[in-house]
């Protein structure tokens, strides 16, 4: 076979920094393979993709070490402009890979670039618009596009190039579970139809493994730690020690004792060979159980028939009810564009209801100021860069109380007690721009709590992390809410997020509350699922294929058994 | 490589036009001088040009203010659009000194910037802007060049403190922190 | 989300004028700048606003698209005319040479037939100008912009820098909502009461966050355009560049040639005012 891409020894270590991010790569990719590129953040795979696309060393420079041929060639030898027209790259942020006005010209950009003629031009942006589904938006504006018809705006856009290779940095980041499956859909058929080389990198293996992979490429601290077929990784333990979230299936089988082979087919769960492992999962349902949380029945917030629209013709929202108990943690779920976003500016009251109103413990919020709200009801933002503006930990988190007119010792207790809880004390004469992604979130976290809310609100408070730091923010957020017994609503479309920390998902579609339950109910009722965008878990499916009678009471009751495993610190710690 | 036009130069540019385009709806009020107001956009602008250097600067200057007084406004009085690209090219002229994407931009950056965002205010509102006022619109020369000053010490308030704060910001998130110690 | 406060903004119609290339458009719009900015000839000037007045009922504008920012020039316009009066109150009699009082206002402040005459240009010429920048911006396609500045002979990166500021603009604004959002939410506000360093400072709380974010989209947008191969020849072509038809060309030509006719019938005595009203008409000075 072909070898389109092939790294032997190769280092690589940026100008600006003391070690290499790249060690010893040893890495031969031919044509026409599908191999997904998955490891932690910092690992070092985006620098591997930039290699493999040519940013590495055109545009970031260092020093490499080694070799590195794209079609046999020295890259260094190539530019980056004659890597590009073999190697497309995807990129993670769909707007900031959009850089025209409308979606024909956006596809069109590497033609325009390339001085090809007008009518040849409009010919290939038709036939490629075509290729992914999009033809129907042509003179559409960016603003007017979803996030995952923006993801197949930039698929066309270095298609056009009659690329051999299509490189996807996190194709699934920003997009929510049903968009995400059907963007893993759409390559797998791009990739046989149109006979590509296709590499993902994503972190998020259990729906990258939606469609089949060639080969799967783990790397660890700048090393590949292993390169081998889906199946045998998922037999292995690699996954877990390298912070890598196994499919949730996969863990259930190994919780309930199975030892899984390459033989019994792992890859999906539809086609996964359960004989040898249906009756220890069953055993295993009767060993677990599920206590009841006591959670207090006063209602701290309520929403009653609101409606909402921007331009007074088309409801974003339409006759919303909820309500939400003192101490809840909840999730408000639903596909991009359902009103998740538009519901909390609501509440925060960024905008105001057209009908309908807003109670907190039981008056009506309307007559109160979006500072006077802020007092009780905090928001995170989902870009924690969105909401720093002090240059220094302690003012940032100072920054509400300062603004409130409190005294400066009482601001000196209070944020040094927040970011006590916060466990970002020790920073807290540093300037936020030291600070990981992670620890910036809980920054913003702090700077909300410290002006002691009754509710907070968050935004997708995981969105773009990986496991780890999912792990991390989540853990967090469970901690404070258990000490604090602060009611905590989170924005989501993460439905792992939903299923593992929250005791109740309201899930909106087209402005309605479509469900409002238990999650465990809501990933495992197929027709709310397709219509809210949502995923059912491959928990229900296993459950189902073990054939359990009531299998939203296993989810429930596995969530439940790991959420306290890992509270015994057994499973990351 | 500040004076190559490059493609980060290019996405420069665009992005801090429309940022000076957006942020032409902030506006804050001087208050003792009736309809005067600072416009924190002059004071990207100064940051913008000396981050990037002076044809990021003069096309931030130029473009952005020709477009968002068209946009908000609804007219383009060149007369008051070249004197903003001068600003935008002449605080660019001296991007090298500022050092702000190096972490360096120290006190001694500070007073150069701010030595040289007020000549180059000078240049722009009480000699450029005002020439330009008498020469296409024939207004009488002390009504444009009071004028002329009153924008060119708005702008130096505005660009002196708010352009001053943004360059020391961002030369802050610039720098590495191995000082850093954690405390208890 | 939807609602970007933008003012002007063009809209899709289908008129002779919209017809019309960006390219044609552009140059309609340059040439007539420099005429209305040369010229203070007031026969000029009324043809000129007949002539985009009619314009502009042929571009089907509706009023409720340029209202609020019609109401705003003609604020402006009356404090800029007051201005000139007060600063100047003769300004007229020096261009034109002469001084004829109507009455005594107050002070040293007389009201003259001159001064009218010269600030009614001014007033003129603010209109001759209004107009056409309403027609180009209601009329033509975004898109179009970049691809027709690139024709005129500006640099392919400087067009582009321009496209890309009208594609980020709406992405700016979202985010600028967003933040001034969350930042009320945590009491920064712009009160009028507080000291005017104070106020400064209170706007770094929005800004701050607006500009050190997009400063981070610098190098994704970078990477995205190096990446398909923007800058690799000297020259570009542009997607929705339009062909130029023959509407095209007349109006390119009669552009053109209004603007040099203008403009040689505005100085063909040597002042670029209108002096014949006052010499033969009005008593000699007093």
């Known amino acids: 076979m072909e070898s389109l891409i092939e790294f032997s020894d190769f280092t690589f270590k940026y100008r600006s920094q003391t070690e290499p991010t790249l060690y010893d790569i040893n890495l031969k990719i031919n044509r026409g393979e599908k191999i997904l590129i998955i490891g ?51 990129l993670q942020d769909s707007d900031g890979q959009f850089v025209a006005l409308t979606v024909a010209e956006d596809i069109a950009f590497a033609l325009e670039n390339d001085i090809v003629v007008q009518s040849e031009m409009r010919e290939r942006v038709k036939k490629v618009a075509g290729q992914v589904e999009i033809e129907d938006f042509l003179s559409q504006s960016p603003t007017e596009l979803s996030g995952g018809q923006k993801q197949r705006v930039s698929m066309a856009g270095v298609m056009i190039d009659d690329v051999e290779v299509l490189l996807f940095d996190e194709p699934l980041a920003n997009l929510d579970p049903s968009t995400g499956k059907r963007a893993i859909a759409l390559i797998d058929d791009l990739k046989k139809q149109e006979d590509k080389t296709v590499i993902i990198i994503e972190h998020r293996l259990e729906d990258a493994l939606y469609k089949d992979v060639d080969r799967i ?40 004792g199975c030892v899984i082979t390459e033989e019994d087919h792992p890859e999906h769960i539809e086609t996964m060979d359960l004989s040898d492992h249906a009756h220890k999962v069953r055993d295993f349902y009767k060993t677990i159980g599920r206590k009841n949380d006591n959670i207090s029945t006063e209602t701290i917030l309520e929403v009653k028939d609101l ?39 609501l509440i925060c009251g960024f905008n105001s209801p057209d009908k309908g109103s807003i109670l907190l413990n039981g008056s009506d919020i309307s007559p109160l100021s979006i500072k006077e709200r802020g007092e009780k009801i905090g928001l995170v933002m989902q870009n924690p860069n969105h909401m720093m503006s002090k240059p220094m930990i302690f003012d940032e988190t100072a920054l509400g109380l300062r603004t409130r007119g409190v005294s400066e010792e009482e601001i000196k207790e209070r944020v040094n007690k927040t970011l006590k809880i916060c466990g970002l004390y020790p920073f807290r004469n540093w300037p936020v721009s030291a600070l990981s992604y992670g620890q910036k ?25 990986d496991y780890r730091h999912y792990t991390e923010i989540m853990e967090f957020l469970k901690g404070l809410h258990e000490e604090s017994g602060i009611t905590i609503i989170m924005i989501t479309h993460d439905m792992h997020l939903m299923l593992e920390y929250t005791d109740r998902a309201i899930v909106l579609a087209d402005g309605r509350v479509l469900m409002d339950a238990a999650p465990s109910r809501v990933l495992t009722d197929e027709e709310i699922a397709e219509r809210a965008y949502l995923k059912k878990t491959s928990l229900y499916d296993l459950a189902l294929k073990c054939d359990m009678k009531d299998p939203s009471d296993f989810v429930e009751k596995f969530i439940y058994f790991e959420r306290s495993e890992r509270a015994r610190g057994d499973l990351y710690g | 490589m500040k004076n190559r036009f490059g493609i980060r130069e290019v996405v420069a540019a665009g992005i801090g036009t429309a940022l000076f385009v957006a942020l032409t709806e902030i506006q804050i009020p001087l208050g003792f001088v009736p309809n005067t107001a600072l416009q924190p956009r002059v004071a990207l602008l100064g940051f913008m040009a000396a981050v990037f250097g002076p044809v990021v600067g003069g096309i931030v200057g130029f ?32 991007a090298k000194k500022f050092a702000i994407k ?14 040289v965002q007020v000549i180059a205010h000078a240049a722009a509102w009480i000699v450029v802007a005002p020439v330009l006022d008498i020469l296409i619109y024939a207004e009488p020369a002390d009504k444009v060049f009071v004028q002329g000053f009153f924008a060119f010490l708005g702008n130096i308030i505005i660009t002196g403190i708010l352009g001053s704060l943004l360059c020391y910001g961002y030369s802050m998130i610039g720098a590495r922190s191995n000082s850093l110690k954690k405390e208890d | 989300m939807a609602d970007h406060s933008r003012l002007l903004s063009y809209e899709k119609k289908d008129s002779p004028i919209h017809r019309l290339s960006g390219f044609t458009k552009l140059v309609f719009f340059l040439s007539w700048s420099v005429t209305s900015m040369l010229t203070y000839d007031t026969i000029v000037l009324i043809i000129m606003i007949v002539l985009s007045t009619v314009m502009y009922a042929v571009s089907r504008t509706k009023w409720s698209q340029v209202a609020t920012v019609f109401k705003f020039i003609l604020l402006f316009l009356s404090i800029n005319i007051l201005a000139i009066f007060f600063f100047s109150p003769y300004q007229g009699c020096d261009i034109y040479g002469q001084k004829t009082v109507i009455c005594h206002l107050f002070g040293s402040y007389y009201l003259t037939v001159e001064q009218l005459f010269y600030e009614f240009n001014i007033i003129l010429k603010y209109f001759t100008f209004v107009p056409a920048v309403f027609i180009f911006l209601v009329t033509t396609d975004p898109s179009e912009l970049a691809a027709s500045l690139n024709r005129i002979g500006v640099s392919y990166n400087i067009c582009y820098s321009l496209a890309l500021a009208l594609r980020y603009i709406p992405d700016v604004q979202d985010n600028f909502r967003n933040i001034k959002n969350s930042g009320q939410a945590r009491g920064i506000e712009m009160s009028k009461k507080a000291s005017l360093i104070n106020r400064i400072k209170e706007t770094t709380g929005i800004i701050f966050p607006l500009v050190f974010s997009s400063m981070d989209r610098i190098e994704t947008i970078s990477n995205a355009m190096e990446l398909r191969g923007f800058g690799k020849h000297k020259k570009r072509t542009w997607y929705s560049e339009r062909k130029l038809l023959k509407e095209d060309i007349l109006m390119i030509c009669a552009s053109l040639l209004f603007c040099v006719c203008a403009i040689i019938y505005t100085y063909h005595d040597g002042s670029r005012f209108y002096n014949d009203v006052f010499a033969p008409y009005f008593m000699a000075p007093r």
Request: proline content about 4%; aromatic content about 6%.
């Open chain 1, 40 to 90: 932690p953040s910092g690992s070092g795979k985006s620098t591997l993709a930039h290699c493999i696309n040519g940013l590495v060393p055109f545009s970031y420079s260092g020093e490499t070490k080694g070799d590195l041929k794209i079609k046999g060639k020295d890259h260094k030898k190539l530019g980056i402009f004659d890597i590009s027209k073999v190697v497309g790259t995807v």
């Open chain 1, 217 to 256: 490429i783990l790397i660890s601290e700048g090393r590949i730690v292993s390169d081998t077929a889906p199946a045998e990784l998922l037999c292995s333990d690699m996954l877990i020690r390298n912070g890598i979230r196994e499919p949730l299936y996969i863990t259930a089988l190994k919780h309930a």
């Open chain 1, 307 to 345: 409606s909402f629209s921007y331009d007074n013709e088309k409801p974003v929202l339409k006759d919303i009810n909820i309500a939400v108990r003192k101490g809840e943690m909840i999730a408000i779920v639903g596909k991009n564009g359902a009103g998740k976003s538009t519901l909390a500016s």
């Open chain 1, 441 to 465: 979130k809980r920054v913003t976290i702090a700077s909300i709590l410290v002006m002691d809310p009754e509710i907070i609100i968050l935004d997708e408070p995981t969105a773009g992390q």
């Open chain 2, 63 to 94: 473009i952005g203010h020709a477009l968002g007084d068209a946009l908000f406004y609804g007219g383009v009085w060149w007369s008051w659009v070249i004197p903003e690209a001068v600003v935008g090219i002449v605080i660019g002229i001296f």
């Open chain 2, 102 to 115: 190096e972490g360096d931009f120290n006190k001694k950056a500070i007073i150069t910037f701010n030595v």
